[in-house]
């Protein structure tokens, strides 16, 4: 009986671990973000590289993602305030949004009910297997990546909160 449990408690030990770890963001604090060119729902091409000299909020999400379809709200405020900010160490701030759908559609529709107002999205239809949702080792949504003016990692799927107060600490005050 107690070496069963012992067994038990190392495999929900173990499944733990192994959870943790498979859904850990693959790129942490200090390294290069991956440069990538990805065509924008509009038409457009949207780069990575051209925009150095501001900070990146680079969202992955989806449609079909209640946590997701949650937090866009709130990151859509944060747009709107930070959109025309001036900070200490970047000229502003950029937002990139990588919608990981099947149904174009469906993804049009939550942009507009959720006013994602930015103008750079990316529709990845291969999900997890979308060459940017590769290149950065996205495995759950939703996913986000603050990366500096200097093209670096400085959060990693960081929360609403801890987003607002980097952001905040490095605006320049009016």
């Not at 963001?25 to 390294?31: A, D, E, R, T």
């Not at 051209?50 to 747009?79: K, Q, T």
Request: with cysteine.
């Amino acid at each position: 009986m107690k070496n069963a449990l012992y067994l038990a408690l190392a495999l929900a030990l173990l499944v733990f671990l192994v959870r943790y770890f498979y859904f850990k963001p693959m790129l942490v604090f200090g390294q290069p973000a991956p440069d990538f060119t990805a065509p924008g729902m509009q038409g457009d091409s949207i780069r990575l590289q051209d925009h150095r000299d501001y900070y990146v909020l680079l969202d992955f999400w989806g449609s079909w993602c209640g946590p997701c379809r949650a937090e866009n709200p709130i990151l859509s405020m944060l747009h709107q305030r930070y959109e025309n900010q001036v900070f200490q160490s970047a000229k502003g701030i950029r937002f990139i949004s990588v919608a990981l759908d099947r149904d174009p559609e469906a993804a049009r529709a939550a942009i507009e009910k959720d006013q994602l107002r930015w103008p750079m999205q990316i529709l990845q239809q291969e999900m997890m297997d979308g060459p940017v949702a590769k290149l950065y080792g996205i495995k759950s949504i939703p996913t986000k990546y603050l990366i500096g003016p200097d093209g670096r990692i400085i959060l990693a799927n960081p929360d609403i909160k801890e987003l607002d107060d980097y952001l905040a600490k490095d605006a320049v005050k009016n």
